[in-house]
């Protein structure tokens, strides 16, 4: 079974994090930050990974907070240096958590830290856990490192489920505080037949905020990014009008990201009330290079 790499270096020792990483959030930074921290001496932190989480491969469907490349582009932006990922399939769902060990961590990513989460399960049936995984380091030569878990408003753990929940129902607000930065998309700009708006077509597989009027921020470049207001469209579209820029259709790769819900139900389409809004709003956002980052 060949790894897939990105930024692969000759290493000989690494530290390893463990896990899907759906949306990145601040549970899965807190795995991050004990990766790098525990990097070997002249080694590189690694995150493992799969394509898609395995619970949604059994699934059949998909229903994700950030698409892999999104994934990859968060896990670079915490400072991970390498990334070796499988596509989830058939194979993976008889191996046994030995092999998993002995031919995944050890012969091909040369572990030396591990880190996982409290909850990780691993190997056919997801039969072991964290605390098999220390076992088997013992045998091996490598440290585990359990994270705890991470917890957001009134105690409640931080997890994917979670934040797909707080996106579908347009909670921006939390899923927001959840994930550490503003729900964050790639679109494609399409017509749209009046012509004073625009679709902006997402990735299928992914949770989008619906049921509601929401403040958006569309980074058109490197440097640039415009506001604008969005509300649902059809086949995973959002219709969109742009507040201070003439975006036209054929943009590629928009990044798109949700800041606020301004209102919860229709009309949906822009009105003086959601323009004036908006414009109350948008001086209380925190701008870096062409995106807005949370303070």
Request: a neutral charge; hydrophobic letters at 40%; one cysteine or more.
């Amino acid at each position: 079974m060949r790894l897939n790499w990105i930024n692969r270096q000759d290493s000989f020792a690494r530290s390893i994090a463990l896990g899907t990483f759906d949306g990145v959030h601040l549970g899965h930074q807190r795995l991050l930050e004990e990766t790098m921290a525990r990097r070997p001496l002249e080694g590189t932190s690694c995150v493992f990974t799969f394509d898609i989480p395995p619970e949604q491969y059994f699934r059949g469907h998909l229903c994700l907070v950030s698409s892999f490349e999104r994934r990859v582009e968060l896990f670079r932006s915490f400072g991970i240096d390498e990334v070796a990922w499988l596509t989830f399939g058939p194979d993976l769902t008889v191996m046994e958590a030995q092999d998993f060990v002995e031919k995944i961590l050890v012969n091909e990513l040369r572990a030396k830290e591990v880190v996982c989460g409290y909850n990780y399960r691993f190997g056919s049936k997801r039969g072991a856990d964290a605390e098999y995984l220390q076992k088997q380091g013992k045998r091996h030569g490598f440290s585990v490192t359990i994270v705890p878990p991470v917890q957001g408003e009134g105690g409640q753990t931080i997890n994917s489920t979670t934040i797909r929940q707080f996106l579908s129902e347009g909670e921006i607000a939390r899923a927001s505080r959840y994930l550490g930065y503003y729900p964050t998309y790639e679109a494609v700009v399409e017509e749209h037949p009046d012509k004073s708006a625009l679709y902006l077509k997402i990735d299928a597989d992914l949770v989008v905020p619906s049921q509601g009027v929401y403040l958006i921020w569309c980074a058109l470049s490197q440097s640039e990014g415009v506001p604008a207001i969005a509300w649902p469209g059809t086949k995973h579209r959002l219709e969109a009008v742009f507040l201070d820029a003439d975006v036209r259709p054929g943009s590629k790769d928009l990044a798109l990201q949700f800041l606020h819900k301004l209102r919860d139900s229709g009309p949906y389409q822009l009105t003086a009330w959601d323009r004036a809004e908006a414009r109350r709003l948008l001086p209380g956002f925190y701008l870096q290079d062409a995106r807005v980052v949370l303070k």
